[in-house]
Protein backbone atom coordinates (compact mmCIF):
# COMPACT_ATOMS: atom_id res chain seq x y z
CA UNK A 1 0.00 0.00 0.00
CA UNK A 2 1.61 3.52 -0.95
CA UNK A 3 3.10 5.21 2.03
CA UNK A 4 1.51 8.71 1.31
CA UNK A 5 -2.48 7.23 1.22
CA UNK A 6 -4.92 9.76 2.94
CA UNK A 7 -7.09 8.39 5.52
CA UNK A 8 -9.73 10.82 3.99
CA UNK A 9 -9.32 8.32 0.74
CA UNK A 10 -9.98 5.26 3.02
CA UNK A 11 -12.55 7.47 5.07
CA UNK A 12 -14.58 7.52 1.77
CA UNK A 13 -14.04 4.36 0.58
CA UNK A 14 -15.65 2.83 3.40
CA UNK A 15 -18.32 5.14 3.57
CA UNK A 16 -19.27 4.07 -0.04
CA UNK A 17 -18.84 0.53 0.64
CA UNK A 18 -21.22 1.07 3.37
CA UNK A 19 -23.99 2.88 1.81
CA UNK A 20 -23.35 1.22 -1.85
CA UNK A 21 -24.37 5.26 -2.87
CA UNK A 22 -22.14 7.78 -3.51
CA UNK A 23 -24.90 10.61 -2.74
CA UNK A 24 -26.02 9.27 1.09
CA UNK A 25 -21.70 8.54 0.98
CA UNK A 26 -21.04 12.32 0.54
CA UNK A 27 -24.26 13.64 2.91
CA UNK A 28 -22.54 10.91 5.59
CA UNK A 29 -19.17 12.62 5.03
CA UNK A 30 -20.16 16.06 5.04
CA UNK A 31 -18.60 16.81 1.56
CA UNK A 32 -19.47 17.43 -2.39
CA UNK A 33 -20.56 13.79 -4.22
CA UNK A 34 -18.09 14.85 -6.92
CA UNK A 35 -15.32 15.47 -4.21
CA UNK A 36 -15.94 11.72 -3.20
CA UNK A 37 -16.18 10.60 -6.49
CA UNK A 38 -12.46 12.03 -7.07
CA UNK A 39 -11.14 10.70 -3.58
CA UNK A 40 -12.44 6.77 -4.89
CA UNK A 41 -10.58 7.30 -8.19
CA UNK A 42 -7.71 8.36 -6.66
CA UNK A 43 -7.75 5.05 -4.03
CA UNK A 44 -7.89 2.88 -7.32
CA UNK A 45 -5.26 4.81 -8.99
CA UNK A 46 -2.95 4.40 -5.85
CA UNK A 47 -4.04 0.77 -5.31
CA UNK A 48 -4.07 -0.38 -8.89
CA UNK A 49 -7.48 -2.11 -8.42
CA UNK A 50 -10.83 -1.73 -8.79
CA UNK A 51 -13.10 -1.30 -6.03
CA UNK A 52 -16.25 -0.63 -7.29
CA UNK A 53 -18.47 -1.98 -10.46
CA UNK A 54 -20.40 1.33 -11.43
CA UNK A 55 -23.61 1.59 -13.60
CA UNK A 56 -26.15 4.37 -13.66
CA UNK A 57 -28.31 2.12 -11.58
CA UNK A 58 -26.27 0.65 -8.83
CA UNK A 59 -22.26 0.83 -7.11
CA UNK A 60 -21.65 -2.59 -5.93
CA UNK A 61 -18.14 -3.62 -4.62
CA UNK A 62 -15.44 -5.78 -6.39
CA UNK A 63 -13.75 -8.82 -4.97
CA UNK A 64 -10.79 -6.49 -4.00
CA UNK A 65 -13.26 -3.82 -2.44
CA UNK A 66 -14.85 -6.51 -0.72
CA UNK A 67 -10.75 -7.70 0.87
CA UNK A 68 -10.04 -4.03 1.08
CA UNK A 69 -13.23 -2.79 3.53
CA UNK A 70 -12.05 -5.01 6.86
CA UNK A 71 -8.47 -3.61 6.68
CA UNK A 72 -9.61 -0.10 5.78
CA UNK A 73 -11.78 -0.08 9.14
CA UNK A 74 -9.22 -0.99 11.34
CA UNK A 75 -6.37 1.36 10.04
CA UNK A 76 -9.22 4.22 10.63
CA UNK A 77 -10.07 2.94 13.71
CA UNK A 78 -6.19 2.85 14.93
CA UNK A 79 -5.53 6.15 12.99
CA UNK A 80 -8.64 8.05 14.71
CA UNK A 81 -7.24 6.51 18.17
CA UNK A 82 -3.84 8.03 17.03
CA UNK A 83 -4.90 11.16 15.41
CA UNK A 84 -7.44 12.31 18.25
CA UNK A 85 -5.78 14.61 21.22
CA UNK A 86 -8.25 13.58 23.52
CA UNK A 87 -8.92 10.20 22.78
CA UNK A 88 -8.23 9.22 26.31
CA UNK A 89 -10.37 11.32 28.13
CA UNK A 90 -13.92 10.15 29.08
CA UNK A 91 -16.81 9.57 26.34
CA UNK A 92 -19.67 11.24 27.70
CA UNK A 93 -22.65 8.87 26.64
CA UNK A 94 -26.19 10.26 27.44
CA UNK A 95 -29.03 7.22 27.47
CA UNK A 96 -32.13 9.48 27.67
CA UNK A 97 -33.31 8.39 31.34
CA UNK A 98 -32.63 6.34 34.31
CA UNK A 99 -35.26 3.42 33.76
CA UNK A 100 -33.40 -0.39 33.52
CA UNK A 101 -35.25 -2.91 30.85
CA UNK A 102 -34.15 -6.12 29.34
CA UNK A 103 -33.52 -4.67 25.79
CA UNK A 104 -32.79 -1.70 25.51
CA UNK A 105 -30.79 0.11 22.45
CA UNK A 106 -28.65 2.37 24.54
CA UNK A 107 -27.73 0.62 27.16
CA UNK A 108 -27.01 -2.68 25.39
CA UNK A 109 -24.11 -0.52 22.76
CA UNK A 110 -22.63 0.82 25.93
CA UNK A 111 -21.83 -2.20 27.17
CA UNK A 112 -20.76 -3.70 23.93
CA UNK A 113 -18.17 -0.65 23.22
CA UNK A 114 -17.07 -0.78 26.91
CA UNK A 115 -16.11 -4.48 26.66
CA UNK A 116 -14.77 -3.97 23.03
CA UNK A 117 -12.56 -0.67 24.16
CA UNK A 118 -11.67 -1.54 27.94
CA UNK A 119 -9.29 1.09 28.19
CA UNK A 120 -11.34 3.94 27.21
CA UNK A 121 -13.80 5.30 29.70
CA UNK A 122 -17.52 5.60 28.76
CA UNK A 123 -19.57 7.75 31.28
CA UNK A 124 -23.35 7.17 30.95
CA UNK A 125 -25.27 10.17 31.53
CA UNK A 126 -29.39 11.14 31.89
CA UNK A 127 -30.84 14.14 29.94
CA UNK A 128 -34.09 12.69 29.59
CA UNK A 129 -34.37 13.10 25.95
CA UNK A 130 -32.64 13.80 22.53
CA UNK A 131 -34.28 17.19 22.88
CA UNK A 132 -32.32 18.17 25.89
CA UNK A 133 -29.08 16.38 24.83
CA UNK A 134 -28.92 18.54 21.49
CA UNK A 135 -27.78 21.27 22.91
CA UNK A 136 -25.50 19.67 25.11
CA UNK A 137 -23.97 18.28 22.47
CA UNK A 138 -23.84 21.15 20.52
CA UNK A 139 -21.87 22.78 23.31
CA UNK A 140 -19.67 20.13 23.84
CA UNK A 141 -21.01 19.54 27.28
CA UNK A 142 -21.85 16.23 26.08
CA UNK A 143 -20.42 13.45 23.51
CA UNK A 144 -22.97 11.10 22.43
CA UNK A 145 -27.03 10.84 22.82
CA UNK A 146 -29.97 8.55 21.33
CA UNK A 147 -33.34 9.51 19.76
CA UNK A 148 -34.62 10.46 17.14
CA UNK A 149 -33.43 12.84 14.88
CA UNK A 150 -36.24 13.95 13.04
CA UNK A 151 -37.55 15.42 15.57
CA UNK A 152 -35.35 17.91 16.10
CA UNK A 153 -35.53 21.21 14.55
CA UNK A 154 -33.43 21.84 11.28
CA UNK A 155 -30.62 24.59 12.95
CA UNK A 156 -29.90 21.81 15.46
CA UNK A 157 -29.91 19.06 13.18
CA UNK A 158 -27.72 20.97 10.69
CA UNK A 159 -24.61 20.80 13.39
CA UNK A 160 -24.64 16.98 14.62
CA UNK A 161 -24.49 14.07 12.74
CA UNK A 162 -26.93 10.89 12.67
CA UNK A 163 -26.28 6.99 12.39
CA UNK A 164 -29.25 4.97 12.46
CA UNK A 165 -29.01 2.39 14.80
CA UNK A 166 -32.96 0.53 15.54
CA UNK A 167 -36.42 0.46 14.29
CA UNK A 168 -38.26 0.26 17.83
CA UNK A 169 -41.86 -1.11 18.52
CA UNK A 170 -43.86 1.34 19.97
CA UNK A 171 -45.81 -0.26 23.05
CA UNK A 172 -48.26 1.00 25.82
CA UNK A 173 -47.47 1.11 29.59
CA UNK A 174 -50.77 0.17 31.14
CA UNK A 175 -51.98 -0.27 35.05
CA UNK A 176 -53.07 -3.88 35.70
CA UNK A 177 -56.69 -2.85 36.10
CA UNK A 178 -56.87 -0.97 32.35
CA UNK A 179 -59.61 -2.50 30.36
CA UNK A 180 -56.57 -3.21 27.56
CA UNK A 181 -54.20 -4.87 30.20
CA UNK A 182 -55.20 -7.93 29.24
CA UNK A 183 -54.77 -8.29 25.25
CA UNK A 184 -51.36 -9.31 24.65
CA UNK A 185 -51.48 -6.56 21.80
CA UNK A 186 -53.53 -3.54 21.68
CA UNK A 187 -54.22 -2.54 18.15
CA UNK A 188 -54.33 1.42 17.76
CA UNK A 189 -58.13 1.36 17.48
CA UNK A 190 -58.77 0.47 20.59
CA UNK A 191 -57.02 3.40 21.88
CA UNK A 192 -59.93 5.10 21.02
CA UNK A 193 -61.70 6.71 24.08
CA UNK A 194 -58.62 6.31 26.05
CA UNK A 195 -56.09 9.42 26.44
CA UNK A 196 -52.74 8.42 25.99
CA UNK A 197 -49.72 10.34 27.35
CA UNK A 198 -47.11 11.16 25.17
CA UNK A 199 -45.55 13.52 27.83
CA UNK A 200 -46.78 16.75 26.35
CA UNK A 201 -44.92 19.67 28.12
CA UNK A 202 -42.01 17.59 28.33
CA UNK A 203 -38.91 19.87 27.19
CA UNK A 204 -36.66 17.41 27.41
CA UNK A 205 -38.79 14.94 25.63
CA UNK A 206 -39.77 16.73 22.58
CA UNK A 207 -39.14 14.84 19.66
CA UNK A 208 -40.98 11.82 21.50
CA UNK A 209 -43.70 13.92 22.05
CA UNK A 210 -44.19 14.91 18.74
CA UNK A 211 -44.08 11.32 16.77
CA UNK A 212 -46.98 10.21 19.74
CA UNK A 213 -48.57 13.13 18.97
CA UNK A 214 -48.45 12.15 14.89
CA UNK A 215 -49.55 8.73 15.76
CA UNK A 216 -52.54 9.91 17.69
CA UNK A 217 -53.59 12.39 15.07
CA UNK A 218 -53.34 10.07 12.13
CA UNK A 219 -55.30 7.46 13.52
CA UNK A 220 -57.78 9.85 15.53
CA UNK A 221 -57.08 9.72 18.76
CA UNK A 222 -56.24 12.04 21.11
CA UNK A 223 -53.21 12.54 23.81
CA UNK A 224 -53.50 13.10 27.85
CA UNK A 225 -53.35 16.22 29.41
CA UNK A 226 -49.20 17.36 29.90
CA UNK A 227 -47.72 16.52 34.27
CA UNK A 228 -44.79 16.87 35.79
CA UNK A 229 -42.24 13.98 34.65
CA UNK A 230 -41.78 11.36 36.77
CA UNK A 231 -38.19 10.68 37.27
CA UNK A 232 -36.95 6.79 38.26
CA UNK A 233 -38.49 3.30 37.63
CA UNK A 234 -40.38 3.38 40.61
CA UNK A 235 -41.70 6.87 40.55
CA UNK A 236 -42.78 5.78 36.67
CA UNK A 237 -44.77 3.16 38.04
CA UNK A 238 -46.60 4.92 40.92
CA UNK A 239 -47.37 7.55 38.18
CA UNK A 240 -49.07 4.99 35.72
CA UNK A 241 -50.49 3.45 38.36
CA UNK A 242 -52.07 6.63 39.93
CA UNK A 243 -53.29 8.57 36.56
CA UNK A 244 -54.21 5.25 34.78
CA UNK A 245 -53.63 6.21 31.35
CA UNK A 246 -51.88 4.21 28.50
CA UNK A 247 -48.03 6.01 28.24
CA UNK A 248 -46.63 5.44 25.03
CA UNK A 249 -43.03 3.73 25.22
CA UNK A 250 -41.12 0.78 23.09
CA UNK A 251 -40.65 -2.75 23.23
CA UNK A 252 -38.30 -3.72 25.66
CA UNK A 253 -38.12 -1.46 28.61
CA UNK A 254 -38.91 -2.27 32.38
CA UNK A 255 -42.37 -3.21 33.84
CA UNK A 256 -42.96 -1.44 36.93
CA UNK A 257 -44.67 -2.92 39.90
CA UNK A 258 -48.49 -2.36 38.96
CA UNK A 259 -47.99 -2.09 35.41
CA UNK A 260 -47.87 -4.33 31.78
CA UNK A 261 -46.23 -3.36 28.89
CA UNK A 262 -48.58 -4.28 25.54
CA UNK A 263 -47.16 -3.94 22.00
CA UNK A 264 -48.75 -2.52 19.56
CA UNK A 265 -50.76 -3.05 16.35
CA UNK A 266 -52.42 -3.14 13.42
CA UNK A 267 -50.61 -0.70 12.23
CA UNK A 268 -47.16 -1.61 14.10
CA UNK A 269 -45.73 1.85 15.07
CA UNK A 270 -42.18 2.29 14.89
CA UNK A 271 -39.66 5.02 16.42
CA UNK A 272 -36.44 5.41 14.63
CA UNK A 273 -33.76 5.62 16.81
CA UNK A 274 -30.29 7.17 15.89
CA UNK A 275 -26.63 7.81 17.81
CA UNK A 276 -26.18 11.37 17.28
CA UNK A 277 -23.19 13.13 17.84
CA UNK A 278 -21.09 16.15 16.51
CA UNK A 279 -19.73 15.67 12.77
CA UNK A 280 -16.11 17.14 13.07
CA UNK A 281 -15.49 14.35 16.52
CA UNK A 282 -13.44 11.37 16.93
CA UNK A 283 -12.83 8.93 19.42
CA UNK A 284 -11.81 5.51 20.06
CA UNK A 285 -15.11 4.73 22.10
CA UNK A 286 -17.84 6.63 19.95
CA UNK A 287 -16.45 4.60 16.95
CA UNK A 288 -16.58 1.71 18.94
CA UNK A 289 -20.21 2.27 19.81
CA UNK A 290 -20.78 3.37 15.99
CA UNK A 291 -19.35 -0.65 15.31
CA UNK A 292 -21.50 -1.97 18.46
CA UNK A 293 -24.64 -0.63 16.43
CA UNK A 294 -23.48 -2.27 12.91
CA UNK A 295 -22.33 -5.38 14.57
CA UNK A 296 -25.74 -5.76 16.60
CA UNK A 297 -27.79 -4.11 13.83
CA UNK A 298 -26.65 -6.90 11.28
CA UNK A 299 -26.92 -9.19 13.63
CA UNK A 300 -30.71 -9.10 15.09
CA UNK A 301 -32.16 -7.06 12.22
CA UNK A 302 -32.11 -3.93 13.93
CA UNK A 303 -33.21 -1.88 11.03
CA UNK A 304 -35.44 -4.26 9.19
CA UNK A 305 -38.93 -2.65 8.83
CA UNK A 306 -42.03 -5.55 9.77
CA UNK A 307 -44.74 -5.71 7.31
CA UNK A 308 -48.20 -3.61 8.06
CA UNK A 309 -45.55 -0.67 9.97
CA UNK A 310 -45.89 2.65 10.45
CA UNK A 311 -43.03 5.59 10.27
CA UNK A 312 -43.88 9.04 9.17
CA UNK A 313 -42.01 9.77 5.83
CA UNK A 314 -38.95 12.29 7.27
CA UNK A 315 -37.75 9.30 9.63
CA UNK A 316 -37.65 6.79 6.75
CA UNK A 317 -36.25 9.19 4.73
CA UNK A 318 -33.08 9.71 7.31
CA UNK A 319 -33.07 5.38 7.23
CA UNK A 320 -32.41 5.56 3.75
CA UNK A 321 -30.04 7.87 4.03
CA UNK A 322 -27.58 6.46 7.00
CA UNK A 323 -27.93 2.75 6.09
CA UNK A 324 -25.11 0.77 5.63
CA UNK A 325 -26.24 -1.85 2.72
CA UNK A 326 -24.93 -4.31 4.70
CA UNK A 327 -28.05 -4.18 6.97
CA UNK A 328 -30.58 -3.95 3.83
CA UNK A 329 -29.43 -7.51 2.25
CA UNK A 330 -31.52 -10.21 2.54
CA UNK A 331 -35.03 -7.93 2.25
CA UNK A 332 -35.82 -9.75 -1.28
CA UNK A 333 -37.54 -12.50 -0.34
CA UNK A 334 -40.82 -10.81 -1.32
CA UNK A 335 -41.70 -7.85 -3.12
CA UNK A 336 -43.70 -4.74 -0.90
CA UNK A 337 -45.42 -1.86 -1.26
CA UNK A 338 -44.88 1.43 0.13
CA UNK A 339 -47.73 3.57 0.50
CA UNK A 340 -47.45 7.10 1.46
CA UNK A 341 -50.68 8.35 3.30
CA UNK A 342 -50.78 11.84 4.49
CA UNK A 343 -47.06 11.76 5.41
CA UNK A 344 -46.66 8.57 6.69
CA UNK A 345 -45.27 5.22 5.62
CA UNK A 346 -46.95 2.16 6.12
CA UNK A 347 -45.00 -0.83 4.80
CA UNK A 348 -47.61 -3.25 3.60
CA UNK A 349 -46.82 -7.53 2.53
CA UNK A 350 -47.29 -7.47 -1.08
CA UNK A 351 -46.63 -10.60 -3.88
CA UNK A 352 -45.68 -8.54 -6.38
CA UNK A 353 -43.00 -6.24 -6.88
CA UNK A 354 -44.34 -2.20 -6.35
CA UNK A 355 -45.16 -0.54 -9.69
CA UNK A 356 -42.20 2.10 -10.70
CA UNK A 357 -42.48 5.77 -9.62
CA UNK A 358 -44.86 3.75 -6.45
CA UNK A 359 -42.10 5.07 -4.01
CA UNK A 360 -41.60 1.46 -3.35
CA UNK A 361 -38.18 -0.29 -2.21
CA UNK A 362 -37.86 0.37 1.50
CA UNK A 363 -38.55 -3.17 2.28
CA UNK A 364 -38.67 -5.48 5.43
CA UNK A 365 -37.89 -8.71 6.66
CA UNK A 366 -39.98 -10.60 9.27
CA UNK A 367 -40.72 -8.83 12.52
CA UNK A 368 -38.10 -8.81 14.93
CA UNK A 369 -39.10 -7.30 18.69
CA UNK A 370 -37.02 -3.86 18.83
CA UNK A 371 -36.25 -2.53 22.54
CA UNK A 372 -36.02 1.03 23.48
CA UNK A 373 -35.64 3.07 26.62
CA UNK A 374 -39.21 3.94 28.48
CA UNK A 375 -39.94 7.56 27.32
CA UNK A 376 -40.97 9.66 30.84
CA UNK A 377 -43.71 11.02 31.01
Known amino acids: MPRDLHPRLLRGFVATAETLHFGRAAERLHTAQQ ?7 SLERALG ?27 LELHDEIAVPD ?8 LNSEVSGPDLTADRLLAAARAARPECELLARFHGGL ?17 RFAGLPAPEREQLAHLPVRLERMAVVLPLGHPLAGLP ?19 ATTEWTALGLRLLTEHGLTAAPGRPPAVGQG ?17 GGPAPEGTVTRPLVDPVPLALVGLVHRPAFRHPALAALRAAAGALGSAEGWLARPAGSWLPAEDV ?3 RRGVPRCCAEGRRAEGRRVAASRGVVVLRRETAAPPPGSGGGDTGRSLRTAGGRVRRP
Do not use: M, W
Not at 35 to 41: E, I, M
Not at 55 to 70: F, N
Not at 131 to 147: M, N, P, T
Open 131 to 147: AAAAGELIAHRLDVSFG
Open 87 to 94: GSRALLVD
Open 235 to 251: EFGRYVVRHGDPVLTTV
Open 317 to 319: ALL
Open 185 to 203: QVPVAALAGHPVDVCVGNP
Open 35 to 41: ALSRDVQ
Open 49 to 75: ERLFDRSTRSVALTAAGHRLLPKARRF
